[in-house]
């Protein structure tokens, strides 16, 4: 939503007041000994004529979803005044909290994904951006030992460029970050922590969005799960968990708007 802040206490949006707490579900008397069913805050059944459990929304509350939806942005200029406040950085690592995850990650306790606030100007800011481009550096020179017999598709060597220029001068607007989230998902067979951590950008990404904050994803972190030296910086026990990390803050300047295809023309039905 370019040019508009939310404070998640009491939200707006583009002029309307909007309830952010959640529809509170009333079983239904009914339903007692088999699967409930669920009534929404206003005492009518959650359905269209047939039964369905769950919460239905209102077709404005669909329509805000719908609009966060397309909002969302990467954001790479932030502003260094204001900065969030901690309840609104704790409600985006909250949103990732929430995100889906799979169940083989339970079997090793209850608690298999932690975040990691990094607030501004932390002293360990420069450490973090240090190894960043330690390891852009080791990832690049992977990549062209790997071009040596077959060359870089354009779009890689695009992405190399960009990145040396990254490593040789630093990534710009690293060490003022307003805010850094680094969420850690426990490591499961076949790698489903990462899908996992999928889930878990996307909700703060797009909690973000509500709040009036812009998200930068910081790919690179996933990289520095292998180094003992970023969990140590964490305070994190290294191994154990898979890492995914974005800067979070106020925009500089509104996002551009984004363009998609209308839904009928990359959609078939069969």
Known sequence: MPGTRLDHRAATFRGRAIDTRAKKLILAPEARGSRPGLRGADGRGATDGRRKVGIVYSAEENGVLDSIIENRRSVRAFLQDPLPDRDMIEAVAKAGLWAPYAAAMTQAGPVFRKFVIVQHHSPVIA????????????????????????????????????????????????????????????????????????????????????LGLGLQLLSVIEMLSERAEFSELLGMSHGEFTYAGCIIGYPAQAPAPGQRPQIGDVTRWI
């Open 127 to 210: 450490e973090m951006h240090a190894l960043i481009r330690e390891q852009t550096k080791a990832t690049i020179e992977t990549m062209k030992r790997n071009s040596a017999d077959k060359p870089l598709p354009d779009h890689a060597k695009v992405y190399v460029e960009r990145m040396g220029k990254a490593v040789e001068n630093g990534f710009p607007g690293f060490e003022e970050a307003p805010a850094l989230i680094i969420a850690a998902e426990r490591r499961a067979n076949m790698q489903v922590e990462r899908k996992s951590l999928a889930h878990v950008v996307q909700n703060m990404w797009l909690k973000a969005t509500a």
